[in-house]
Nanobody, 124 residues
């Protein structure tokens, strides 16, 4: 089973940028769909952005135009570039994977494997 490790979280002022990385233990391109979710206290995980095993990207409306998801084949990494950050982006961010052949959805229950999460805090 693929393993995922996130990094890159931290504290940033509103309007700033952060880049999160999700390093997989094996190749994800053409093998897994990988998505980013986030969770705030008392709420379930919300979909943020994803890249399908075919390379298509899709985004939540709340981050469209500000966040960009990308894959680096050489390093088995799926990155989330977050620009123009807002205080409401504060959350623990997780990457998750589902294997090729299954639908890459916006629902956390459709993903098999999760990383440990990385905290993003945006101050106003």
């Amino acid at each position: 089973q693929v393993q995922l490790v996130e990094s890159g979280g931290g504290l940033v002022q509103a309007g700033g940028s952060l880049r999160l990385s999700c390093v997989a233990s094996e190749r994800t391109t053409r093998t897994f769909s990988v998505s980013w979710f986030r969770r705030t206290p008392g709420k379930d995980r919300d979909f943020v952005a994803g890249v399908t095993w075919t390379g298509l990207t899709f985004y939540a409306d709340a981050v469209k135009g500000r966040f960009t998801v990308s894959e680096d084949i050489a390093s088995n990494t799926v990155a989330l570039q977050m620009n123009s950050l807002k205080p409401e982006d504060t959350a623990v961010y997780y990457c998750a994977a589902t294997p090729r052949g299954r639908s890459a959805t916006r629902w956390p229950e459709d993903y098999d494997t999760w990383g440990q999460g990385t905290q993003v805090t945006v101050s106003s």
